[in-house]
């Protein structure tokens, strides 16, 4: 089992519907998530972090954690064709790096 | 407001031969990682310093690799008798202790290709 399993896609989502990624982890003592966007060709981008069981909001962004199902989440809302890049999703566990599942394709279609 | 930055961005180098790669962290941050990426898959934590000291070090990271990171500013991490296995995005990330904050923020990373 790995320890951060993400659904590989790819997820294709109407512009302006809201995609949805789901993240599950293996680790119970993680405390630390992370959402990563990831263009084409190009390194990880931060977009979201959560330390807190619950909803975490920054403009379009929601991310969820429920630590009890080792489990979380990121919607987009209002997606745009912009958003069409892989995301990775990554804990931190008792050790200080992340570790990063395999990432979800997500392609927005105008 | 400058970024983690990388040099270079890409390598090419034939099998055997030794490579370095250099990254610059955001400059206040005290805490650098290195990881690998490869096709498809996440990125692989390779090894972390906090200040110059390498606190952590990945099964991942053979005797053929070695990072520095000399007076707690940049670090090398070098490639010794490289393999075609080696070919990978090598991406560094710096954090900042401050907290209960871990973000991580990348480079632009290294593309090597070991031909």
């Known amino acids: 089992q790995k320890e951060v399993e993400q659904n590989s896609g790819p997820l294709s989502v109407p512009e302006g519907a809201i995609a949805s990624l789901n993240c599950t982890y293996s680790?119970?003592?993680?405390?630390?998530f992370f959402w990563y966007r990831q263009y084409s060709g190009k390194s990880p981008e931060l977009i979201m972090s959560?330390?807190?069981?619950g909803d975490k909001e920054d403009g379009r962004f929601t991310a969820q954690l429920n630590k009890a199902s080792q489990y979380v989440s990121l919607l987009i809302r209002d997606s745009q064709p912009s958003d069409s890049a892989t995301y990775l999703c990554?804990?931190?566990?008792?050790?200080?790096?992340?570790?990063f599942g395999s990432g979800t394709q997500l392609t927005v279609l105008p | 407001d400058t970024g983690v930055s990388q040099d270079p961005r890409h390598k090419i180098t034939k099998r055997g031969q030794n490579v370095t790669f250099r990254c610059d962290p955001i400059?206040?941050?005290?805490?650098l990682y290195w990881y690998r990426q490869t096709l498809g898959q996440g990125p692989e934590f390779l090894t972390y310093?906090?200040?110059?000291?390498?606190?952590?070090k990945s099964r991942l990271l053979s005797d053929r690799f070695s990072a520095e990171r000399p007076k707690g500013s940049f670090s090398t991490l070098e490639i010794q008798r490289t393999e075609q296995g080696d070919s990978a995005m090598y991406l560094c990330?710096?954090?900042?202790?401050?907290?209960?904050?871990?973000?991580?923020?990348f480079g632009p990373g290294t593309r090597l290709t070991v031909t």
């Open positions: 680790d119970r003592v993680s405390q630390s």
């Open positions: 400059s206040e941050h005290n805490r």
């Open positions: 310093f906090q200040n110059e000291a390498q606190l952590e």
């Open positions: 959560i330390y807190s069981n």
């Open positions: 990330a710096s954090s900042l202790q401050a907290g209960s904050s871990y973000e991580q923020y």
């Open positions: 990554a804990v931190r566990g008792s050790a200080r790096q992340l570790t």
